[in-house]
């Protein structure tokens, strides 16, 4: 079943055609990769999936029916229908703990996260039991529960990375849309990342799709990759297609 149909998607800033006519399907449960070279638009396209940029033209559609890009939908509005994201450059509430960035992630985690935040109480004294306890669920999984109190700007790069993802998958996703979640992650943690994200789509019947410079995690853990270049989608296959696809090869791999 298609969970995202993306139909002559376009996006332009000024002269710069940053999404061109980009047409795509991704099947429910997929890891979808998504690579090309700087500046070829993949920010862009998630921009334009998560309500941060109206499209130029063209359409998305999200769980069959709903057209999430051609309408001014909010970026929440966006969450609420099941399509969380993290960032290139790491988001996290630098100042909150790292179960307070969590409990943001839930629906009651905004007033909770903020009132234990605001009067310097602990997260558990505000917030509803149920959403404390899955909230050290996940935080578990991600092996982040023994840090739970620590100010998230003093986490290591890796954990902070992986706290982001723990607080998109509070919002409860269908869709994950992980944009360079190995930048700045030595081998252990990234080779830890790629089981990570194979577990979390079981775990989770998440799709994901995952801009990623890290051929190794791109080539072991998605199943279909689209490659993107000044704005083009070139290609789209497997990983073996992709590694054999000569315009692939000359756009973007053969410089790697
Ligand atoms: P990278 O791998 O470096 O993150 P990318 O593939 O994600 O690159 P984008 O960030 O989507 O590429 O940028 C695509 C093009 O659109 C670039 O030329 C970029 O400068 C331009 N662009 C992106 N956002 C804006 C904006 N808000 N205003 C003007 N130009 C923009």
Same mark, same amino acid.
């Given at each position: 079943? $298609? +969970? ?11 002269? #710069? ?7 795509? !399907? ?30 130029? !033209? ?38 909150? !703990?790292?179960?307070?960035? +969590? ?12 009132? !234990? ?18 909230? /050290? ?14 100010? $998230? ?41 790629? =089981? ?25 853990? /998605? =199943?279909?990759?689209? +490659? ?13 297609? #992709? ?14």
């Amino acid at each position: 079943m $298609s +969970v995202l149909k993306v139909s002559n998607l376009s996006k332009t800033f000024g002269g #710069i055609r940053a999404v061109t006519d980009v047409n795509l !399907s991704i099947e429910k449960g997929e890891i979808i990769g998504l690579i090309g070279p700087n500046g070829a638009g993949k920010t862009t396209f998630f921009n334009l999936l998560t309500g941060i940029y109206n499209p130029t !033209s063209g359409e998305v559609v999200y769980d069959l029916n709903r057209i999430i890009s051609t309408r001014d939908l909010k970026p929440y509005k966006i969450t609420h229908y099941g399509i969380a994201r993290t960032f290139q450059n790491i988001r996290l509430f630098q100042n909150m !703990s790292v179960l307070d960035n +969590v409990l943001m992630g839930f629906h009651n985690g905004l007033k909770y996260g903020i009132a !234990s935040a605001l009067f310097k109480l602990p997260s558990y004294y505000k917030t509803e039991k149920n959403t404390f306890e899955e909230a /050290c669920v996940l935080l578990d999984k991600f092996n982040l529960l023994d840090k739970k109190d620590e100010i $998230s700007k003093n986490l290591s790069y890796g954990d902070q990375r992986r706290l982001e993802i723990a607080r998109a998958l509070a919002a409860k996703p269908k869709l994950l849309l992980l944009d360079e979640p190995a930048a700045g992650m030595n081998p252990k943690e990234t080779k830890e990342l790629k =089981e990570l994200i194979t577990w979390i789509r079981e775990a989770f019947e998440l799709t994901v799709i995952v801009i990623e410079h890290d051929m190794s995690l791109v080539m072991e853990i /998605c =199943e279909r990759i689209f +490659v993107f270049d000044y704005g083009i989608l070139i290609a789209n296959g497997t990983p073996e297609e #992709i590694q054999r696809d000569e315009r692939v090869i000359k756009a973007y791999l053969g410089g790697e």
